[in-house]
Structure formats: C-alpha cells, structure tokens
C-alpha cells in the first residue's frame, strides 16, 4: 500500500496565533485534510475556525468535543481523516512550524515501511528548537544520512491507520493528558510494532503553550501522579521498566510478524 493522501489532526485550546502559524507551515505534494479540534476556546480560535473551514473545503473543525481526554480527542480526529479517505494520518500539536519537507519525508519513511514490511507503524519528526530558531527552521539543512531510533516525538507523529485499530486506538483513561502517549507507545511495542523518530523531518516545537496559559499551569502535578499511577496499574510498572513477555502473557497478545496481519 503506498499513501496518496494524508490526514492533519491538530488539537488546539486557544493560542490562536500559535494554530494560524502551524496551519501555514503546512507543505507537501500529497493532497490532505486537515481536522483541528478546538477544545473550548476563548480567543479567536473559533471565529478564524469558522473563516478557515468557509475558505477550504480541505479543513474540517471539530468543535468542543465532549472529553477531557487527550486520547479520546485524538482517537476522533483520527476517525474523522479515516473517514475522509486519508491514507495515514499525522497528528500535532498546535505549537509548531514544520520544515518545507517534514511531512514529505515521513510519509516516505512510512511507505517504505510498508514496502519492507518492517515494522515501523508510526513515525515522528524531529524536533530541533535546541539548535534553531522558529525562523531557522524553513532553510535548517536536513543531517546527511539521516538516522533514525525507537523514541517517538507525540508532539508530530505520522500513524498507519491499521495499526491504530489493531491496537484498539488511543487509550481515553488518561485526562486531561499525560500518559495516553507511553500507553500507546506500550501497545505497539507489546504487539511487535514500531514507532520511531527521523531526524530528516525536521520541526520546531514551542512547547507547553496550552499548558503555560492559565495561572499555575493547566496541568498540574497530582494529576500527572494519578495518570502515572493508572499506567503502573495497568502495565505494573513505568514505561522504562515494564516487562514486555511478562505482559503479552498477561494480556494473551501475539506479537505480530508482518504487516499483513494488521
């Protein structure tokens, strides 16, 4: 199966002027449908929604969705591009800028995943705020050969529509967030399925601006605690000491051996 088209799944909760600077780095040669959720803002995210979606039929907006679950909102949007006909799906954060060839360069790693059969089922871009500057991302020269490694970015990430089913998509338990990303990251591994990093797809990624918006943080610490406590309750210990036989055992998974299965 090669890609022809790509769904752009970006959550957003105000920071309006952080999703207008996302939305028009957006560049690739395949065509795409790009679903933005908006999470109950309150700036000009909903009336620029609103202009967007009128002017390109290519923007779809889901509005207030009824979840305070990150995994949940993912799962939709997902759902949504699936539903649009996409062949494969990136999902991101709303505080980026990609490179001219990030989403180029992804699809061409996860097609020739399926070309090998090797594996590889998600792939994230590389994010490069240490060593650039928002502007210096659009002309950063990409690293000659590039490399790669099993430790995902969820801030940009490209995903096989066939895994996320088979794996039964991301987990909702976790709210507002925190966790749905090792969670998922757990699955894939338990089932044998890979999810990697390139470094020549390139973005920059602000960081913590949903969260660093309200007094005191959005997201504060007992609850990261009660989410990293659902996931020891869940895999019995934390991500980088969980015990992958140990656990396909407990939840009678065979790991999978070629993406034919999927």
């Given at each position: 199966?090669?890609?022809?088209?790509?769904?752009?799944?970006?959550?957003?909760?105000?920071?309006?002027?952080?999703?207008?600077?996302?939305?028009?780095?957006?560049?690739?040669?395949?065509?795409?449908?790009?679903?933005?959720?908006?999470?109950y803002s309150m700036?000009?995210?909903?009336?620029?929604?609103?202009?967007?979606?009128?002017?390109?039929?290519?923007?779809?907006?889901?509005?207030?969705?009824?979840?305070?679950?990150?995994?949940?909102?993912?799962?939709?949007?997902?759902?949504?591009?699936?539903?649009?006909?996409?062949?494969?799906?990136?999902?991101?954060?709303?505080?980026?800028?990609?490179?001219?060839?990030?989403?180029?360069?992804?699809?061409?790693?996860?097609?020739?995943?399926?070309?090998?059969?090797?594996?590889?089922?998600?792939?994230?871009?590389?994010?490069?705020?240490?060593?650039?500057?928002?502007?210096?991302?659009?002309?950063?020269?990409?690293?000659?050969?590039?490399?790669?490694?099993?430790?995902?970015?969820?801030?940009?990430?490209?995903?096989?529509?066939?895994?996320?089913?088979?794996?039964?998509?991301?987990?909702?338990?976790?709210?507002?967030?925190y966790f749905e990303?090792?969670?998922?990251?757990?699955?894939?591994?338990?089932?044998?399925?890979?999810?990697?990093?390139?470094?020549?797809?390139?973005?920059?990624?602000?960081?913590?601006?949903?969260?660093?918006?309200?007094?005191?943080?959005?997201?504060?610490?007992?609850?990261?605690?009660?989410?990293r406590a659902i996931?020891?309750?869940?895999?019995?210990?934390?991500?980088?000491?969980?015990?992958?036989?140990?656990?396909?055992?407990?939840?009678?998974?065979?790991?999978?051996?070629?993406?034919?299965?999927?």
């Amino acid at each position: 199966m090669s890609i022809n088209k790509v769904g752009i799944v970006m959550t957003c909760m105000n920071q309006v002027a952080y999703t207008q600077q996302a939305v028009a780095t957006i560049k690739t040669k395949y065509p795409y449908q790009l679903i933005i959720i908006d999470d109950y803002s309150m700036d000009g995210t909903k009336a620029w929604l609103k202009e967007l979606t009128d002017q390109d039929e290519r923007v779809v907006a889901i509005i207030d969705p009824d979840t305070d679950s990150l995994g949940e909102k993912w799962n939709m949007g997902v759902a949504v591009a699936e539903k649009l006909g996409c062949d494969a799906v990136l999902v991101c954060n709303n505080d980026i800028l990609f490179h001219p060839v990030t989403i180029d360069n992804l699809v061409a790693r996860l097609d020739l995943a399926h070309e090998k059969n090797d594996l590889v089922v998600m792939v994230s871009a590389c994010n490069r705020r240490g060593d650039t500057t928002p502007e210096g991302i659009f002309t950063l020269p990409l690293p000659r050969p590039s490399s790669e490694a099993e430790h995902p970015d969820f801030s940009c990430f490209l995903l096989d529509f066939k895994a996320w089913k088979y794996v039964g998509g991301f987990s909702h338990e976790y709210k507002p967030c925190y966790f749905e990303d090792n969670d998922f990251h757990t699955v894939l591994k338990l089932h044998n399925l890979k999810a990697i990093s390139i470094t020549n797809a390139p973005y920059y990624h602000f960081g913590s601006i949903t969260q660093n918006q309200l007094p005191g943080g959005l997201y504060k610490s007992p609850q990261f605690e009660i989410n990293r406590a659902i996931y020891v309750a869940k895999f019995g210990a934390e991500p980088d000491k969980i015990n992958l036989l140990r656990l396909r055992e407990q939840f009678r998974i065979r790991p999978v051996t070629s993406l034919g299965a999927l």
